[in-house]
């Protein structure tokens, strides 16, 4: 079982990134899959989560109107369009599944995580 998130980077306030999110070892087609964002000493912050039954994401208030979560089972991966970036969403991203769940916000939800990509942006 792996998820390996891909795309992150340093870009400047105003600017957009998309990060990726390659599942692999199960189907991962039911599972509902989110990211969720750390700072070095702060807990795990959700950002988004999508279901796998029917499609419907949930975002976190900090978020809403600017990113976007999707995914593409045929290629196993989940998507993350960021626009609008603030030097607050500088964050490790992660990639996470969840096995029994249908869309979900807390990290104890979820039963396999990546290791994180970095986010950076500038002021």
């Known amino acids: 079982v792996q998820l390996v998130e891909s795309g992150g980077g340093v870009v400047q306030a105003g600017g957009s990134l998309r990060l990726s999110c390659a599942t692999s070892?199960?189907?991962?087609?039911?599972?509902?899959l989110g990211w969720f964002r750390q700072a070095p000493g702060k807990e795990r912050e959700f950002v988004a989560s999508?279901?796998?039954?029917?499609?419907?994401?949930l975002y976190a208030d900090s978020v809403k109107g600017r990113f976007t979560i999707s995914r593409d089972n045929a290629k196993s991966t989940v998507y993350l369009q960021m626009n609008s970036l603030k030097p607050e969403d500088s964050d490790v991203y992660f990639c996470?599944?969840?096995?029994?769940?249908?869309?979900?916000?807390?990290?104890?939800?979820?039963?396999?995580w990546g290791r994180g990509t970095q986010v950076s942006v500038s002021s």
């Open positions: 996470a599944g969840a096995r029994d769940l249908q869309i979900g916000s807390l990290p104890d939800e979820y039963d396999f």
């Open positions: 070892g199960r189907t991962w087609d039911t599972y509902a």
């Open positions: 999508i279901s796998g039954s029917d499609g419907r994401d």
